[in-house]
């Protein structure tokens, strides 16, 4: 029987067929208004309005381009918004609406407090992707509250926006901050720092 080189069958095929891999377009390297010219020269944005169904000629190179994003890139925030942007020109929507920073946006939750009454944060070690957000929630043990080490947050970065003013008394209740600079943030409980409550922020 003849066995099949799998180098050969690499060769001559793309995975997304509008334009091959490790191409500059492929890399999001240019706009989806090159993508087209490179594509079919003679086509002009207005045919645009000409295609039907769900995912017109804009909509089609932007989802090929973030499908080979998926498979490239060596980052998870940017294989991330990328999968989930390309979900969304699958299920029909509009290329400015996927595009927005918040669409691929997502909210991770930190206990404050173990379940057995442990002055800790759970996870105390988390991270996230620019864009996204944090929802501490007052489990056990408290009063909490969540306050940035200034010497611990990226340069630039208010610490005093980003952190609580006052305290979770009740269990439950939550506190929420969205994160839109990469860096890593130290942080801990102000009523319980002296037990060893902090815990560290990774937003990349």
Known sequence: MEELDPNNEIRGRELFPVYALGTKCARRGCSIYQ?????N????????????GPIKALEMLALNDDLNTVVQSSSFCTRRNAMSRAAGLA???????????????E???????????????????IK???????????????PHNVV?????????????????????????????MKFDVAGEYGY??????GA???ATLVVE
């Open 91 to 105: 299920a029909g929507l509009a290329l400015a609406t996927v595009n927005a920073p918040a669409f691929a946006a």
């Open 188 to 193: 801990y409980c102000e009523p319980h720092r």
């Open 35 to 39: 993508q087209i010219t490179s594509v």
């Open 148 to 176: 940035f080490d200034e010497e611990a947050i990226p340069s630039g970065v208010n610490q005093e926006k980003i952190s609580m003013d006052t305290q979770l008394a009740e269990e439950g209740e939550t506190f929420t």
């Open 107 to 125: 909210t991770k939750k930190v206990k404050m407090g173990s379940d057995s009454g442990q002055l800790v944060f759970l996870p105390d070690e």
């Open 196 to 198: 060893g409550m902090g």
């Open 41 to 52: 020269p003679q086509m002009s944005i207005s045919e645009e309005r000409n295609v039907k």
């Open 128 to 142: 996230i992707c620019k864009g996204d957000s944090v929802t501490w929630v007052n489990n056990k043990g408290g």
